[in-house]
C-alpha cells in the first residue's frame, strides 16, 4: 500500500512536469494537457482515485493547495497598479465583474436549477480568467499592445478579486446553513476574523519584513509558514475564515509601502505552479464523466451565457468613456477563458458545501470544467481568426528586450525610444532600474525568464532580444527561454564569455552565437567604451553619404549595432560576415574616443579642404566674372563696330544714291537741253 502511494505521488509530480513542458511547448494553456492527463488517469482508465488514495488527507491537500493559491494570487493585487493600466482595465474588474457574475448566476438558476445560493457561487467561481490561461493565447494570438495589455492585467487583477468575491458568497453560504448559530453573528465574526485578521496579519509580516527580521535565506520559508499557520489558526477561530483571511493578508502585503515581495512572489510561483499542476490532475480525475453529461444541453446553454452574453455585455458597459473601437471591444468580447484557480476553488468549495448538506453542490465541479474546457477550447482555436477579421492583430513586433540595464543599454534604449522604436531594459541590479526609469524607459526588475515575468512583463510589441549583461551564469538562461519563445534567429548574445572557465561549462554551439555586434565584440570592450567616452551616434546612409564614407570619416574603430530601414524595421547587426547598408537608412553605431578623434581630424581635414575649395570657388568666380566682364565689353565693342560698319555703310549707301540721282537729275537736264535745241533747231529750218 505504501509503494501504491509513493508510486502514484511520483507519477502526479512526473506528469505534472510533462504536462506543463507540453502546455510551454505548443504554447497551450498548461491547462489543457493538465486536464486531458487527469481525465484520462482519472475517469477513463481508473488508475488514479485520489479518494481512495490520500482518505482524509485529501481535504486538507486540496484546503492548504487552495489557500498557497489565493494567498500568491493576493499579492499580485497592487491597487496602483490597476490605476496605472487605464479605465478598461478599472472597469473590467470592478463593474465588468458584477455585470458577469449577475448574468451567470441567474442562467445557472433557471437553465439548470440551481439554488440561488450554490448558482451565486457557481457565478463568483467564474468571474476570474486567469494569467495562467490568457499569456499563453496572447501569445498565439498577438493582438495589438494595447488589447493585449488589458486582457493580461485583467487577468491577473482578476484573479485575487474573483477569489474574494467567491470566498464571501461561500461564507454566507456556509453561514446559512448552520442552524445552530445566529446567522449575522457567524457572519460577522467570519468578516471580523477574515478582514481584520487578515489585515493586522499582514501588516505585522510586512513590518518583520521592512525591518529584515529574518535572515534571507528563511525570508520566503517564514512567510510561507506564517501565511499557513494563519490559515488554520482563523478556521480554528471561525470554520471556513481562513480562505479570507489569507486573500486579505496577501492584498495587505502587496498595497504596504516599504515591502519587496519580489523574492516571495518568486517562491511562491514556483511552489504555485506545483500545486496547481498536481492538483488539476487530481482534481481532473476526481470528476465523474457521468456528471458532465448529465448536464445535458443546460451546461452547453449556460456556457452560451458566458460567451454570448455576459462577457459582451461586461465589455460593452465597462468600455464606456474610454478610447477603444468597436472592433477592440468585439475583440475583447470573445477572449475570456476561464482558469485554473476556478478550478481548484470550485472543488474545494464543493467538498464543504456536500458536507453541509447542500447536494446540488456536486453540480458545481462539473459545471465549471465544462465552462473553463469550453472557453479554453474555443477561444484558443478562433481567437487569431477573429483578430485578422477585426484586423486588431498587431504588425510585425520591431520591439526590443534588453536584458542589461548598463550605461550603454540605456543610451540604446533612449536613442530607440526617440525613434519610436518599443523598447524593456530588464536587470537585476536595482540601482541600473532604477537609472533606467529616471530616463523614462520601460523597466523589468528581475529575472526576465522567471515566471514572474512570463506573467507581468508586458512583450507586445516586442521581437527580439538583446542579451547584453555581465551575469555569465544568468545570461545562457535568459537566451535558451526566449529561443523559445520567440525563435533562434530572434535572440542575439553579446560575448561575455571567460575563455578560462566558461568554455568548459558551456556549449560551443552556444558561445558560437555570442556574436552580437561582430564577432570581435564583447561586453568588456563595449563597456570600456562607454567607460572612457564612447558615444551613440546616428548616421543617414544615402547616395551622397554611402558606408565607405562613414568608414573614411570614423574609421575602422567605429561598430555599427543595428540599423532603421524606411518603412521602420529594425535590422540587429550580429555575427562575422561583412554587412551590406542599403541607401536610405538610419545607422546606429557605437564611437570609441579613437572614432570621434578621427572623426574631428577628418572634419577639420574636410572642413579645410572645403575652405580651400571655397576659396578656390570664389577666384574660380572671380575670374569667371573677368572673362564674363572681358566678354561682355568685347561683345560691346563687336555692337559699336558693328553700329559704326552699319553706319558707314549707310552713309556711302546714301552718298551714292545721291550720286546716282545727281547722274538722273544731270542726264535729264542734259536730255532737256538737247530736246529744246532741237526743237528751236527745227523751227528754225521751218524758218527758213
Sequence with gaps: MVEHITGMLALIGVLSLVCQWVGWKLRLPAILPLLLCGLLLGPALDILQPDELFGDLLFPIISLGVAVILFEGALTLNFKEINEHGRMVSHLVSVGALITWACIAPAAHYILGFDWSIACLFGALVVVTGPTVIVPMLRTVQPSAKLSSILRWE?????????LLAVLVYEYIAVTADPTTHVLYALGLTLLIGLGGGALSGYLVGVALRRNLFPHYLKNTAV?????????????LQEEAGLLTVTVMGIWLANMRGVDIAD??????????????????????????????????????????????ARPLSIWVSGIGTNLTSQDKWFLSWVAPRGIVAAAISSLFAIKLEALGFSSASSIVPLVFMIIIGTVVIQSLTAGTWAKILGVKQGSAQGLLIFGASKFSRELAKLLTSKNVPVILADNNWDSIRQARMDNIPVYFGNPASEHAETYMDLSGIG???VMSPYRQLNPLVTFHFQDVLGDDKVYGLNNSDAASARHQLSESYLQRLCLFGENVSYAKIASIMAKGGQLKVTNITD??????????????????????KEGKVKVISGSKLQEYPVGIELICLLPVEAQQQAEIQRAIDEEKLRLAKIEAEQQAKIAAKQRELQLAEEKLQRKQKELNDFEAQQQQEMLEEERNELIHNEGQDKQTELANTKLSVKGDEGN
Design 224 to 236: 510561507l509558514t506564517i501565511m499557513l499557520g494563519i490559515f488554520v489558526g482563523s478556521n480554528l
Design 264 to 309: 516571495i512572489l518568486e517562491f511562491k510561483e514556483t511552489l504555485t505552479v506545483l500545486l496547481i499542476s498536481a492538483l488539476f490532475i487530481l482534481l481532473a480525475a476526481r470528476l465523474d464523466s457521468n456528471a458532465m453529461l448529465d448536464l445535458g444541453w443546460g451546461g452547453i446553454l449556460v456556457l452560451l451565457v458566458v460567451m454570448f452574453i
Design 544 to 565: 551622397n553619404f554611402s558606408f565607405d564614407d562613414f568608414l573614411k570619416r570614423y574609421g575602422d574603430t567605429a561598430i555599427p549595432l543595428l540599423y532603421l530601414t
Design 464 to 466: 527580439r532580444v538583446l
Design 155 to 163: 487577468g491577473i487583477v482578476i484573479d485575487p478579486i474573483g477569489a
